[in-house]
RNA sequence: GGUCCCAUCGUCUAGCGGUUUAGGACAUUAGCUUCUCAUGCUAAGAACACCGGUUCGAAUCCGGUUGGGAUCACCA
């Protein structure tokens, strides 16, 4: 059975576009396997936890379309999915690894450590717990036991070297003596993301690991925790981080990087996903544009790239409007009238629907539409070209479009395309003159068709 | 700085020793369609970081150099 999972920390306000990309691997490859996606909530940093963060973080995984089996909301057969509610699971593993000799307690205060680190810094050596407390474990102990002292458990860090086998990036090989003891309980008695990590993907039976290279250097440190445990191993992948036009990881001071930002934006969540499935991956066939389901049946994690992409916002909004122009106009104008709603903004239904054809091929995303068709729902009221000299022009457009008894854009077409002929001016000028008394602006949907729905009283009235 | 990872057009990528004048997509430029802007179609420019080696033959294998990135917490 394959179980893959997404473990994300409530450390920021949303979940971050390159944690989606992880996602949607771990998702498809589990559904490729027909095994199951989890969501784990990793909570175990309590003073960088942002109120609201998971719930918002939840939320947007269920906006994206990547369906748990398994979750903190959905629940499931290994709940709880929320590592602040299984303190006392960790704890008793922790512990078991000091019985088993392989982790020890420590009562060092931070600031020793903090100095000891600066002095390591300065010789130029490796900043590493000197393991003080190890060295006098019984009399630690002891300590702790008579004065209630807070105290860590330390990871052991055996002698020798870890190597194992990525599916991204091969074999990998690193010597223990670059590992520190790593913490694995804290002292407030919440674990490590290493500890939580390990027990919680061990015992919620995850078979494959896909995440972010950032974990790479403290993968052997894991290993060394599933062999105390012993533990079979899973499968790691790690995939390489999207980045900045720079190149430096994709972060929110240089991109906007939270997952909903692009949502709000009325960026669809299929072309975003199908875009991410493109950063580190390329479809057999090359193609571009594909479903979710298209993409479960030809994804494998062998074809996952090494080189780590940059995130490219003009693609995505590109790849966008390919979907905008694939839906029908019933399903754009829906999403239209719901994405105004949320924004508090009502337009009228019938307008709406008739404007769709007009400018589906015109908008990239659902935020563009309103700015081109803004004119369709009130008089502009600023002119990007003054036409208070054309007065002349306009009355004999007017007086020309008032004799139109079946308002149809065809029937106005021709009209002024008479008027036009008979007034010996260029066309795109004088189509220019009408264009902007209509809507305000240089660049709007086709004019005749504007017009139409407009209304005749309408038009009139705004020439 | 130590450790680890990475290296094909501006960007995303195809390529997995000869079929390659290195293919596609976004972006850019030009043209056609056209009342604007788009869409659509056509075309153009644009890349194997560098140096060695292996080989009859290297973008593809190996080594080094350079460059980029990640990571070194009682953060994840």
Same mark, same amino acid.
């Given at each position: 059975?394959?179980? +893959?999972?997404?473990?994300?920390?409530?450390?920021?306000?949303?979940?971050? #576009?390159?944690?989606?990309?992880?996602?949607?691997?771990?998702?498809?490859?589990?559904?490729?396997?027909?095994?199951?996606?989890?969501?784990? *909530?990793?909570?175990?940093?309590?003073?960088?936890?942002?109120?609201?963060?998971?719930?918002?973080?939840?939320?947007?995984?269920?906006?994206?379309?990547?369906?748990?089996?398994?979750?903190?909301?959905?629940?499931?057969?290994?709940?709880?999915?929320?590592?602040?509610?299984?303190?006392?699971?960790?704890?008793? =593993?922790?512990? $078991?690894?000091?019985?088993?000799?392989?982790?020890?307690?420590?009562?060092?205060?931070?600031?020793?450590?903090?100095?000891?680190?600066?002095?390591?810094?300065?010789?130029?050596?490796?900043?590493?717990?000197?393991?003080?407390?190890?060295?006098?474990?019984?009399?630690?102990?002891?300590?702790?036991?008579?004065?209630? /002292?807070?105290? #860590?458990?330390?990871? /052991?860090?055996?002698?020798?070297?870890?190597?194992?086998?990525?599916?991204?990036?091969?074999?990998? +090989?690193?010597?223990?003596?670059?590992?520190?003891?790593?913490? %694995?309980?804290?002292?407030?008695?919440?674990? +490590?993301?290493?500890?939580?990590?390990?027990?919680?993907?061990?015992?919620?039976?995850? +078979? =494959?690991?896909?995440?972010?290279?950032?974990?790479?250097?403290?993968?052997?440190?894991?290993?060394?925790?599933?062999?105390?445990?012993?533990?079979?191993?899973?499968?790691?992948?790690? *995939?390489?981080?999207?980045?900045?036009?720079?190149?430096?990881?994709?972060? &929110?001071?240089?991109?906007?990087?939270?997952?909903?930002?692009?949502?709000?934006?009325? *960026?669809?969540?299929?072309?975003?996903?199908?875009?991410?499935?493109?950063?580190?991956?390329?479809?057999?066939?090359?193609?571009?544009?594909?479903? @979710?389901?298209?993409?479960?049946?030809?994804?494998?994690?062998?074809?996952?790239?090494?080189?780590?992409?940059?995130?490219?916002?003009?693609?995505?909004?590109?790849?966008?409007?390919?979907?905008?122009?694939?839906?029908? #106009?019933?399903?754009?104008?829906? @999403?239209?009238? $719901?994405?105004? &709603?949320?924004?508090?903004?009502? %337009?009228?239904?019938?307008?709406?629907?008739?404007? *769709?054809? /007009?400018?589906?091929?015109?908008?990239?995303? @659902?935020?563009?539409?309103?700015?081109?068709?803004?004119?369709?729902?009130?008089?502009?009221?600023?002119?990007?070209?003054?036409?208070?000299?054309?007065?002349?022009?306009?009355?004999?457009?007017?007086?020309?479009?008032?004799?139109?008894?079946?308002?149809?854009?065809?029937?106005?077409?021709?009209?002024?395309?008479?008027?036009?002929?008979?007034?010996?001016?260029?066309?795109?000028?004088?189509?220019?003159?009408?264009?902007?008394?209509?809507?305000?602006? &240089?660049?709007?949907?086709?004019?005749?068709?504007?017009?139409?729905?407009?209304?005749? $009283?309408?038009?009139?009235?705004?020439?």
């Amino acid at each position: 059975m394959t179980r +893959t999972r997404i473990a994300p920390s409530p450390t920021g306000q949303d979940v971050h #576009v390159g944690s989606i990309a992880a996602a949607l691997m771990n998702f498809a490859w589990a559904k490729k396997n027909n095994g199951q996606f989890i969501i784990r *909530i990793e909570d175990t940093d309590r003073t960088r936890l942002v109120k609201g963060g998971e719930e918002k973080m939840l939320d947007t995984f269920d906006r994206i379309g990547l369906k748990a089996d398994e979750s903190p909301k959905v629940g499931g057969p290994y709940a709880p999915y929320r590592q602040s509610e299984r303190l006392e699971i960790y704890k008793k =593993h922790a512990e $078991e690894l000091v019985v088993k000799g392989k982790a020890y307690y420590c009562i060092c205060a931070p600031d020793r450590l903090t100095k000891m680190r600066e002095v390591q810094q300065a010789k130029k050596q490796i900043p590493k717990y000197d393991r003080q407390c190890f060295l006098n474990q019984e009399e630690i102990v002891k300590k702790i036991m008579d004065n209630k /002292l807070p105290y #860590v458990i330390r990871l /052991l860090i055996p002698e020798g070297k870890i190597e194992f086998e990525d599916v991204v990036r091969g074999k990998i +090989t690193i010597d223990n003596s670059n590992l520190d003891d790593q913490v %694995l309980l804290k002292s407030d008695g919440f674990p +490590t993301y290493h500890l939580g990590v390990v027990v919680d993907d061990h015992l919620m039976k995850i +078979t =494959h690991i896909i995440r972010g290279e950032e974990w790479l250097p403290s993968t052997p440190k894991h290993i060394i925790l599933y062999q105390a445990f012993e533990w079979d191993l899973p499968v790691f992948a790690h *995939i390489s981080l999207l980045r900045n036009p720079d190149k430096s990881k994709l972060s &929110k001071r240089k991109n906007p990087v939270w997952t909903s930002w692009y949502l709000d934006q009325g *960026i669809f969540s299929e072309a975003l996903l199908n875009y991410l499935a493109l950063m580190g991956w390329s479809h057999p066939e090359g193609k571009e544009i594909f479903s @979710l389901d298209e993409y479960i049946k030809v994804f494998d994690i062998k074809d996952i790239q090494k080189t780590a992409p940059v995130f490219d916002p003009v693609k995505l909004e590109w790849m966008n409007g390919v979907y905008l122009r694939k839906y029908p #106009v019933s399903s754009i104008k829906y @999403l239209v009238l $719901e994405f105004y &709603k949320k924004q508090k903004i009502n %337009l009228p239904e019938e307008i709406v629907e008739k404007t *769709i054809p /007009l400018i589906k091929e015109r908008i990239k995303k @659902l935020s563009d539409y309103l700015p081109l068709c803004e004119f369709f729902f009130k008089k502009p009221n600023i002119y990007e070209v003054d036409l208070s000299n054309k007065k002349e022009l306009l009355k004999q457009i007017k007086d020309e479009l008032e004799k139109i008894s079946d308002w149809k854009a065809n029937n106005i077409g021709e009209s002024m395309q008479g008027l036009v002929k008979n007034l010996g001016i260029k066309a795109g000028e004088f189509f220019m003159i009408i264009r902007i008394s209509m809507s305000g602006k &240089k660049i709007s949907p086709p004019l005749n068709e504007s017009m139409e729905i407009l209304g005749k $009283e309408e038009c009139l009235k705004r020439l």
